[in-house]
């Protein structure tokens, strides 16, 4: 089977590899004939396209040419493209003062020759070198820059790459609230992507994956990370597959779902990396592969694979990669009890513990690591020694997740703080906007008083646009509280989630999964809202459908079916599809945990009957039903009562009958 996996995907590559290098002959071909600069300049950027996403270092020459030419003949543009392939493969690298260098000469050249639209390229480009430094204020500064470029030249297509960068740095920075954000907004701005632009939707893909892994989340990470596959290989993008394959390897290993798929992807992933040239990314791939052998005990094939990204991360000088497999290695070492060929191994980065660069989070692994092997070797003096360190390390890292806890809550705090001002700035606007009018209307009467007829016709079209403009500025100030509603319940949905992990009770879990569905179930009608133009009614099947899925996901059983039986143009009203989507997911999350064995195959079917003055909500399973000497009437659990209630709100009249499965009937009125 891993044969298998691996062959089909080295198959995909070898196919797209031998296209891309067809274009890169064709292209060389035609520079070696005797034609015009400016053509070479055409010829030159086109080819370091093509190196780009196959092989950076390849392209570098090319690179050198372009800049030569470009300065002959005075081309801006040229020599941008130029000087910014050079900081890309720098960047790649770990090189990031030369990095730097080169994206600073492209924004001097573009500032020179007033390109704004060329400052957003810039700016990113600078905030990823500068994050990849670990320089976090930095990045954050000109990433920022970025998106008040993109915000002000109304530039679409870089909102998901602006608002992605911004939240892999808050997620790399460890403040995941703050990255989920962003990354949300990266998403809410991918709708109008298409063709090859749509590369973009596969890094914000892979960096939410890459989050909810964070999280244990492994089944949200993996529907991701697959869905960022599936995008790269419809867009023969061999690079976002293996960007994706990453942390989707290590979705299946720490899962414990395919070790042999795993294994595939990784191997995967080190071929495109040592093609690509991006050292990062390869030490990353060795490393997990290091990690899967390590948890299936193949001590030999994890140390060598620790090796090599040991002897990578050495030769670029990253230091950050360099400790963390250092480490790895002499985990495995410990764990074999070598513990000679374990301290061997750490001592040469204990001396690096003074270093201010070094993560505190990496000095306590190390401290522990070294003192229980002094403790094995029967060290005690030196094992006391690191166990004191440790302690202070830890102490250490207890202060600075407490500071970075409530710089958190203030940076939401703020956030929300400036979102609220905003909206009730506008609402001021509004309100002297209309003052305004009425002040004009007032003058306008007593200045036509001469000419009566004139002014009436002058009064109803005054009125007809005054009332066409507040609507519309109604409309788009409900239309983004739907956004901030719906951004603030995700946010709400992430911190249920990370609650999640501080309890190992089953029940807990059950209630906080229970919640989040509940929480869903009114965010989807807020995410409805937000994308459609009708902002005071839902159509009731899109909203359903979303609503049956994510239940669906939160339950193991996928043997059991969702029937939606709603009519596709059925609306019903803004106000009455919050306290009926609440129903329904009442119903399906009941009908889940009660009606159905596990692994038994079963249906759940909805259905909306549209009368002359109502509706009749009919919901249904094929389950074990209610016991045949339950008084139906006297049903009083949590999820009925909430029904019962919510029915209430509605106007409407609830009844429940349990025989061949659970029935509930509701009918409520129209208005």
């Known amino acids: 089977m891993k044969r298998i996996i691996f062959i089909f995907i080295s198959v995909f590559f070898i196919i797209s590899i031998n296209a891309q290098q067809n274009k890169i002959d064709s292209l060389k071909i035609e520079l070696s004939k005797q034609l015009p600069d400016s053509t070479k300049l055409k010829l030159f950027e086109k080819l370091l396209f093509e190196y780009f996403y196959t092989n950076l270092e390849e392209g570098l020459p090319y690179s050198d040419s372009l800049e030569f030419y470009a300065l002959k003949e005075k081309n801006a543009r040229y020599l941008t493209t130029a000087y910014s392939y050079k900081g890309q493969y720098y960047n790649l690298k770990g090189d990031f003062k030369k990095a730097l260098k080169y994206f600073k000469k492209t924004l001097k050249?573009?500032?020179?020759?007033?390109?704004?639209?060329?400052?957003?390229?810039?700016?990113?480009?600078?905030?990823?070198?500068?994050?990849?430094?670990?320089?976090?204020?930095?990045?954050?500064?000109?990433?920022?820059?970025?998106?008040?470029?993109?915000?002000?030249?109304?530039?679409?297509?870089?909102?998901?790459?602006?608002?992605?960068?911004?939240?892999?740095?808050?997620?790399?920075?460890?403040?995941?609230?703050?990255?989920?954000?962003?990354?949300?907004?990266?998403?809410?701005?991918?709708?109008?992507?298409?063709?090859?632009?749509?590369?973009?939707?596969?890094?914000?893909?892979?960096?939410?994956?890459?989050?909810?892994?964070?999280?244990?989340?492994?089944?949200?990470?993996?529907?991701?990370?697959?869905?960022?596959?599936?995008?790269?290989?419809?867009?023969?993008?061999?690079?976002?597959?293996?960007?994706?394959?990453?942390?989707?390897?290590?979705?299946?290993?720490?899962?414990?779902?395919?070790?042999?798929?795993?294994?595939?992807?990784?191997?995967?992933?080190?071929?495109?990396?040592?093609?690509?040239?991006?050292?990062?990314?390869?030490?990353n791939a060795y490393d997990n592969l290091g990690d899967l052998y390590s948890i299936e005990n193949k001590y030999d094939k994890s140390i060598a694979a620790y090796l090599e990204a040991k002897a990578i991360a050495k030769e670029s000088h990253l230091n950050d990669y360099y400790y963390e497999v250092v480490l790895s290695i002499g985990e495995d070492y410990f764990q074999q009890k070598k513990y000679r060929l374990a301290k061997r191994e750490i001592d040469p980065i204990i001396k690096d513990t003074i270093d201010a660069k070094m993560k505190n989070k990496t000095k306590v692994y190390l401290f522990k690591l070294k003192s229980d092997i002094e403790q094995k070797l029967g060290n005690y003096k030196v094992a006391s020694y690191y166990k004191d360190r440790l302690i202070e390390a830890k102490e250490k890292q207890n202060q600075i997740e407490n500071k970075k806890a409530v710089e958190d809550i203030l940076t939401k705090y703020q956030t929300e703080k400036k979102e609220k001002e905003n909206l009730q700035l506008k609402a001021e606007k509004a309100e002297q906007a209309i003052a305004l009018e009425k002040e004009s209307k007032i003058k306008s009467i007593y200045a036509g008083s001469l000419i009566f007829a004139l002014l009436i016709l002058g009064i109803f079209a005054y009125y007809y646009r005054r009332n066409k403009k507040q609507k519309s500025l109604i409309e788009n100030l409900q239309k983004e509280l739907h956004h901030r509603v719906k951004n603030n319940l995700t946010i709400i949905d992430s911190l249920v989630e990370d609650i999640k992990d501080d309890f190992n009770s089953p029940g807990i879990t059950t209630r906080l999964n229970d919640l989040q569905n509940r929480i869903e179930s009114i965010n989807q009608v807020h995410k409805q809202l937000y994308k459609d133009n009708r902002l005071t009614e839902l159509n009731l099947r899109k909203y359903v459908e979303s609503l049956a899925e994510?239940?669906?996901?939160?339950?193991?059983?996928?043997?059991?079916?969702?029937?939606?039986?709603?009519?596709?143009?059925?609306?019903?009203?803004?106000?009455?599809?919050?306290?009926?989507?609440?129903?329904?997911?009442?119903?399906?999350?009941?009908?889940?945990?009660?009606?159905?064995?596990?692994?038994?195959?079963?249906?759940?079917?909805?259905?909306?009957?549209?009368k002359a003055k109502s509706f009749l909500l009919l919901l249904q399973d094929d389950g074990k039903g209610l016991p045949d000497d339950m008084n139906v009437n006297q049903l009083n659990s949590f999820g009925i009562r909430i029904m019962k209630l919510l029915s209430k709100q509605l106007g409407g009249v609830f009844s429940i009958t349990g025989k061949n499965g659970v029935q509930v009937e509701i009918e409520f009125p129209k208005q």
């Open 109 to 283: 050249v573009d500032d020179s020759v007033h390109s704004i639209k060329s400052l957003y390229r810039d700016y990113a480009n600078i905030g990823n070198a500068f994050r990849y430094d670990k320089q976090i204020d930095s990045a954050t500064f000109y990433y920022k820059k970025a998106i008040e470029i993109a915000e002000k030249l109304k530039l679409k297509n870089k909102y998901i790459s602006a608002y992605g960068n911004l939240a892999a740095m808050y997620y790399e920075a460890e403040k995941h609230d703050l990255a989920a954000k962003y990354f949300m907004k990266a998403l809410d701005s991918s709708y109008h992507l298409k063709g090859n632009s749509r590369r973009r939707i596969v890094t914000v893909y892979n960096n939410l994956g890459t989050l909810l892994l964070e999280k244990k989340d492994y089944k949200k990470a993996q529907k991701y990370l697959e869905e960022a596959i599936k995008l790269s290989q419809e867009l023969n993008y061999k690079l976002g597959i293996a960007d994706a394959g990453l942390p989707l390897a290590r979705a299946y290993y720490e899962n414990n779902i395919n070790f042999d798929k795993a294994e595939a992807l990784l191997l995967n992933c080190i071929e495109t990396y040592k093609t690509q040239g991006d050292n990062r990314f390869l030490i």
């Open 550 to 610: 994510t239940i669906q996901q939160s339950f193991d059983n996928q043997k059991v079916k969702i029937n939606n039986e709603i009519d596709d143009n059925t609306a019903i009203p803004v106000e009455k599809s919050f306290p009926l989507g609440l129903i329904i997911n009442e119903f399906i999350t009941n009908s889940f945990k009660y009606a159905f064995d596990k692994d038994k195959e079963g249906t759940i079917s909805i259905k909306l009957v549209e």
